[in-house]
């Protein structure tokens, strides 16, 4: 049987990771200064995860240097794990950090010119439903305009309301060739999950677990070519599947379903896609081959 190892010495990608939490807890303890209590563990829901959040983490990261330090960080880890293509989120309210939109796109640029050589890092512009829209509105062209970003993600609460409000900015990101995903299907169902890919003439699919509910859906996503990029930890950590024996993952593969294995938020769920690619195998959810197909035809797309 494959070692973890074994994985990490694989290509692969991580197309699923919140940058400002993409580290390990073992990277960020030492920079943050201190240690979260009963940390890291199972949570219910996300509201439980938000609540660490708002208490710990998000205190800590007050200025330009300290987004810069944890996007360094999260970097860092993704290629210590092997990772050769790294679709890394950086949230636009970032920008309230660096004072100023063009010093946010100043950083994004020397992360990007930091790495170059080292891991394909493609810089991916968040977009929260629960940030403020006017702000949004405001900073989300002219960072689709720059060239920076490779790719663009929505998230916050899987729910359709108010999402007509990011249309433009999606329409935009499609006429510039931004890559469009967004966070749908992890606690939601299946109808959502192709509510939003019609909505946003979505590629792909963060989560998206939740098509599995509907095997019409699964053929829908399946006409479109779409990949879904699953976090398996974080769906076990934060209560969306029971556990991994259970995971959708096996059924998506099955059905022929392209799909990559990522981490969401490394800090808090604790597994680099190499560990969850063993974890997947030792459970008996997928197999060697099928993880090793998956690994390839994933850095395959970016050739």
Known sequence: MM????????PKIDAHNHLNLGMRYASYAPWAGFYIPNFPRKMKGLDEMHEIIGEYT??????????????????????ADGVKVLEGSIDIGF???????????????NITDKFKGKINFRPELGLGKTFD???IREWAPPCIESGLFNSIDLYGPEVEEGIENFQPIF??????????????????NAASVKNFIEAFNLEEVQHGIGAVQDDSVLQFIKDRDLRLNVCPESNVMLGAVKNLES???????????????????LLFFGKTVSEQAFDLVNKNVLTEEQVKKIFASNVAEYQ
């Open 95 to 109: 920008v309230n950090h660096c004072g100023s939109l063009d010093a946010f796109l100043d950083m994004v640029q």
């Open 247 to 265: 995971h959708p993952i096996k059924k998506l593969v099955e059905t022929g379903i392209r799909v990559s294995i990522a981490t969401d938020d």
């Open 3 to 10: 070692s973890v190892s074994d994985f990490i010495s694989l």
């Open 133 to 135: 829209i006017d702000k």
């Open 58 to 79: 998000r205190p800590r990261a007050k200025t330009m240097r300290d987004v810069t330090d944890l996007l360094v960080l999260s970097i860092n880890d993704a290629i």
């Open 171 to 188: 329409d935009l990101a499609g006429k510039k060739g931004v890559k469009r995903k967004a966070h749908v299907g992890e606690f939601s």
